[in-house]
């Protein structure tokens, strides 16, 4: 079992940025593929970025692109999705997922489908005001 903790959620004015991370619990969390989603009150859980377990293939929707940045740090067991220039449509859940296939390789379509993911945070608030 993988224990999935995100934080770093809050209020932010439109045009700010945060920093969301993600912490794993696991030895081998060097060995997995990681992926954030958010969801919005009345909407599906949608895609906002992914990053290979070497952190070489990252991926990103074509609504953060440009305005996030995803990186991990495997000494820490955490990944990072840096947010800027946020926008009110931007409000969500925040979830960080694990994809426990070990060393899996690039494919975008592949990390952007949320049943490829095994384990799943509570999620992080991220609440824009405009």
């Known amino acids: 079992q993988v224990q999935v903790v995100e934080s770093g959620g809050g209020l932010v004015q439109a045009g700010g940025s945060l920093r969301l991370s993600c912490a794993a619990s696991?030895?081998?969390?060097?060995?997995?593929?990681m992926g954030w989603f958010r969801q919005a009150p009345g909407n599906e859980r949608e895609f906002v970025a992914s990053?290979?377990?070497?952190?070489?293939?990252?991926y990103y929707a074509d609504s953060v692109k440009g305005r996030s940045t995803i990186s991990r740090d495997n000494n820490k067991n955490t990944v990072y999705l840096q947010m800027s220039s946020l926008k009110s449509e931007d409000t969500a859940v925040y979830y960080c997922a694990v994809n426990r296939t070990p060393f899996h390789g690039p494919n975008y379509d592949y990390f952007r489908d949320p049943t490829n993911y095994d384990y799943w945070g509570q999620g992080t608030q991220v609440t824009v005001s405009s």
């Open positions: 696991g030895e081998t969390f060097v060995s997995y593929s």
């Open positions: 990053i290979t377990w070497s952190g070489s293939n990252t």
